[in-house]
T-cell receptor, first 113, second 112 residues
Framework: NAGVTQTPKFQVLKTGQSMTLQCAQD?????MSWYRQDPGMGLRLIHY???????DQGEVPNGYNVSRSTTEDFPLRLLSAAPSQTSVYFC????????????FGPGTRLTVT | GQQVMQIPQYQHVQEGEDFTTYCNSS?????IQWYKQRPGGHPVFLIQ?????EVKKQKRLTFQFGEAKKNSSLHITATQTTDVGTYFC????????????FGEGTQLTVNP
């Protein structure tokens, strides 16, 4: 099993550009989520999904869109990149229900200039 | 909303010294999880505590869940350079069991 995969590993965008961060898992997990990590601020939840077709906002959703058309994939879209979105982005997945351990992908380091 | 706070934010120790990080929640937690993130890496699950007053050990790591289930601690005995990284605690959201709220993390550096 590959676990949770994310692409790309690194990305540089100009302000105003859009892009999609890809996330896929092969563990048949219903729950998937996106976090951003900034120095001294821990992991902040952007969006999450409890199954195909179901998504919800987390703590910091502004500027990001998600969709969940399959169990395996959970892409994160930046609509119009801003320097404040410079961060490391992690995708995670877990079984649904009482909190199970979350499996994290390797992360995408995004810089917006 | 729910808040999970960790102290200290940074800790520098000499190899062989002990280390403790503390986690406090604004609400009572049904359980708490701990993760470790190595420099440049991604968070990796360490353990989950469920019962009030629970203590679990993993080699040199001791995890404790408070009696009131609002706080937790991670203690490392005789640190090694392999312990370097950021340690996070995380508690489940009150409304969505799968959703976690993470603390800010404690970044541990170990001088050899």
């Amino acid at each position: 099993n590959a676990g949770v995969t994310q692409t790309p590993k690194f990305q540089v965008l100009k302000t105003g550009q859009s892009m999609t961060l890809q996330c896929a898992q092969d563990m048949n997990h219903e729950y998937m989520s996106w976090y951003r990590q900034d120095p001294g601020m821990g992991l902040r939840l952007i969006h999450y999904s409890v199954g195909a077709g179901i998504t919800d906002q987390g703590e910091v959703p502004n500027g990001y869109n998600v969709s969940r058309s399959t169990t395996e994939d959970f892409p994160l879209r930046l609509l119009s990149a801003a320097p404040s979105q410079t961060s490391v982005y992690f995708c995670a997945s877990s079984r649904l229900g009482r909190p199970y351990e979350q499996y994290f992908g390797p992360g995408t380091r995004l810089t917006v200039t | 909303g729910q808040q999970v706070m960790q102290i200290p934010q940074y800790q520098h120790v000499q190899e062989g010294e002990d280390f403790t990080t503390y986690c406090n929640s604004s609400t009572t937690l049904s359980n708490i999880q701990w993760y470790k993130q190595r420099p440049g890496g991604h968070p990796v699950f360490l353990i989950q505590l469920v019962k009030s007053g629970e203590v679990k050990k993993q080699k040199r790591l001791t995890f404790q869940f408070g009696e009131a289930k609002k706080n937790s601690s991670l203690h490392i005995t005789a640190t090694q350079t392999t312990d370097v990284g950021t340690y996070f605690c995380a508690g489940p959201d009150e409304t969505s069991g799968s959703r976690l709220t993470f603390g800010e993390g404690t970044q541990l550096t170990v001088n050899p």
